[in-house]
Each structure stands twice: as C-alpha cells, then as structure tokens.
C-alpha cells in the first residue's frame, strides 16, 4: 500500500493512496453493499456509473449467507461480484453490538451469538473473522473488535477496550499468516485497526496510542453515530483524531449526514460509509446540496425539474444507453410517481441519485481541499445544508 497527503488544509487532509485494487482519491465515501449488493437494485455497472471508488460489504452478513468458503472458490468478492475496484470488508465486530438481544456471549476467545437468519449459534474471534474476510479477499480487512454502546459506563467501556486492543494484535498475527500463504485469495489485504472508547476521552486517546504503536495500514474511530449527540461525537474526534498516524489513513465508521463529513473531514478523517443515502432512497428521502427532500410530499407531484438542477446521476441527467448517448433525466413528478406506485425504478433512482450525491460531495470536499478553498467553502456548505433540512 502507498498512502501519500497531497493536500492539507488546517486538520483536513486529501492524500492519493495505491492498493492492490487500484488507486483511492481521499476523502472518500464508500458505497455500501452489506451483502455485496447494493440495496435498490443497483448494479456494479451503475457504481462505476456514479464514480463510486470503494465498495463496502459485510464479513457476518456474507458468511451466514451464502458463505465465504463458496466466495472463495469464485476466488474472491471482487470476481463474485463483477466489480474490480477496492472492496472494504467490516469484520462483524458491529453485528455483535447490534446482535445483542439473541443471546450474545462475550469471552476472551471472541464471541457466540445466533444468526438472525435462522437462530443458529455462531462463534467468531479475531481468527475467525481474519479467515473469513481472507476468504473474501477484500483489499481491506477490518480488526475485530468490540462496539460498546457510546453511553456505556466506564466500568463497562474500559475491559472492553483492552479486551478489543488483544483481539488486534490476534487479528495482526493472524492475517499476517494468511496473507504468507501461495493459495490466499489476496496476499496483499490491508487491516485497519479500530480505536474505541465510547465518549470517554482519556480511555479513547490511550487507546489510540497503544493501537497506533502496532503500525497497521490504517485506523478507524468506531462506536460512534450510536446513541450520542452530534456534538459528542465532533468533541471524541477532536480528541482522538490527533493521536492517530497522520500519514495512515484515517476512518469514521457508520458515519453519516452530509454535514457530519464535512464537519470530520475538516478533523482528519478521509474514508466513510454509511447505509444513510440507500436507506432513504429507498424511502423516497433524497439529498440535495440545500438539504434532504421526501419525495412524497405533495408539492413535488407537479414538479418538472430534476430533483436538483445540475446534478449527474442517472435520475436527473438520465441513463446511459448502449450507444453511450444518455436519456435526458426524469421530473420529480414522475419519480414521485413511480414511488407512489411502489414501481421499483422509483426507489432505483433515488438511490442512484443518492449515492451520485454522496460521491460528488467528496468529489468537491477533495477539490476545495486542494485548491486552498476549503474553509470558506466548508462554511458555506454547511449554512446551506442547515439552513432548511426539508422532509
């Protein structure tokens, strides 16, 4: 991996990094397929479409369906899914936050819990899920760890730090012994460490210490975006994010609103992903550069224009044809329609719509990064998106 800055402005940082999947311009926004898929009815063709640079898929979710072993005799997500970018795989550590009311187990040697699908008890460890996201050969692994609710008291939220440290280092040995072997899907695979520590500032900077002294290819902030307030999570990133390898790439997790990036980005985070613009796509929420709109709204059913003027994507600019002439984009009236009448193109385009959104946002937040703009144009995007947030 080569991670190089080639802008800063202040604590904002954009940097051009090599993977064995290509290259990644930071800040980025990485599309996510839980199940390698995007939910909508979106397609690989489509995310190249809409520029997308990573894609981001689920160790738990891939292994209890469908399974890693059968991935990997396709050789890889990258083959099984048609799609030869760079693919972030998350360990499940969050499954076993959010899994928490089917009977979880929490030891040393990792954690048992049953399936969502079908009640079965499972068992994953840092081993397991190193194996698992090998078999997936996704060019980043992430370290399995433990997401303690952010509003966990310390007597919880401090074993359980140290407990997520010693899962890294088992997670570092153990992807390097995978990554040794002539048969591993992807012996260049990249892992990201994740720092945590719920609000706690003093647990979440000693953490981030021990974390950064194991030289790994990269570090995320974890457990945050779950239950605390916007400005606890701004004032945890402040604290943390300096104590984190400047010259590593640096990731905020389930994170979130276009104002959140922003405002992270100009604290020295540079990679993001979020279920937030295909989620409220398929609910008819879409975003535009002055705030969040619901298509279902009246006001919108004798609509002409795009959903918002200028944009790219397939819904406002229109779709790709074969012959590589474009269609012309659709009215929100006919969108509008389409959602109304449960016709599944309507969520297809708010989806795209989103996604196009998101990517073009970071497409501008690296621009203004680089041409020394930044400052003024962060100021002024965020007046705008707080202006009116229009549901």
Aim: with cysteine.
């Amino acid at each position: 991996m080569k991670y190089e800055i080639v802008a800063e402005a202040g604590r904002a940082k954009s940097a051009h990094m090599e993977t064995v999947h290509g290259s990644i311009e930071t800040p980025v926004f990485m599309n996510v397929g839980t199940a390698a898929a995007i939910k909508g009815g979106v397609s690989t063709d489509d995310l190249y479409q809409i520029r997308t640079q990573v894609e981001l898929s689920n160790t738990y979710h891939l292994h209890v369906r469908t399974g890693d072993r059968l991935i990997r005799e396709f050789g890889g997500l990258h083959r099984f899914m048609n799609w030869n970018r760079p693919i972030l795989t998350d360990s499940g550590g969050f499954q076993v936050f959010s899994l928490a009311g089917t009977g979880r187990k929490i030891r040393e040697e990792g954690v048992t819990f049953r399936s969502h699908i079908d009640g079965q008890r499972i068992f994953m460890g840092p081993e397991e899920s190193m194996r698992i996201q090998s078999n997936l050969g996704s060019t980043i692994a992430m370290a399995f760890d433990e997401c303690p609710p952010a509003l966990a008291d310390r007597d919880y939220i401090v074993p359980s730090v140290e407990r997520t440290t010693r899962w890294l280092r088992r997670c570092q040995t153990e992807l390097r012994h995978l990554n040794s072997l002539p048969d591993t899907v992807n012996r260049q695979q990249l892992l990201f460490g994740i720092n945590q520590g719920g609000i706690l500032e003093d647990v979440r900077i000693r953490h981030a210490e021990e974390i950064s002294a194991l030289e790994l290819d990269g570090y995320a902030v974890g457990g945050l975006a779950v239950g605390e307030s916007h400005e606890e999570m701004y004032r945890i990133l402040d604290a943390v994010v300096p104590h984190l390898p400047r010259k590593k790439p640096t990731y905020l997790m389930g994170v979130g609103t276009p104002a959140n990036i922003i405002e992270a980005v100009d604290r020295g985070i540079d990679f993001f992903d979020c279920v937030y613009p295909s989620r409220n796509g398929r609910h008819g929420h879409v975003y535009t550069h002055s705030g969040k709109l619901n298509l279902f709204n009246q006001k919108h059913a004798l609509w002409h224009g795009p959903i918002e003027e200028g944009c790219g994507c397939p819904a406002c600019a229109g779709l790709r044809r074969p012959d590589g002439s474009v269609s012309g984009g659709y009215s929100r009236a006919y969108i509008r329609h389409l959602l109304k009448a449960k016709e599944i193109l309507g969520m297809r385009l708010c989806v795209l719509h989103n996604l196009y959104f998101y990517n073009h946002l970071m497409e501008e937040i690296r621009a203004h990064i680089r041409d020394g703009s930044w400052d003024r144009w962060k100021t002024e995007a965020l007046r705008a998106l707080r202006a009116e947030e229009r549901l």
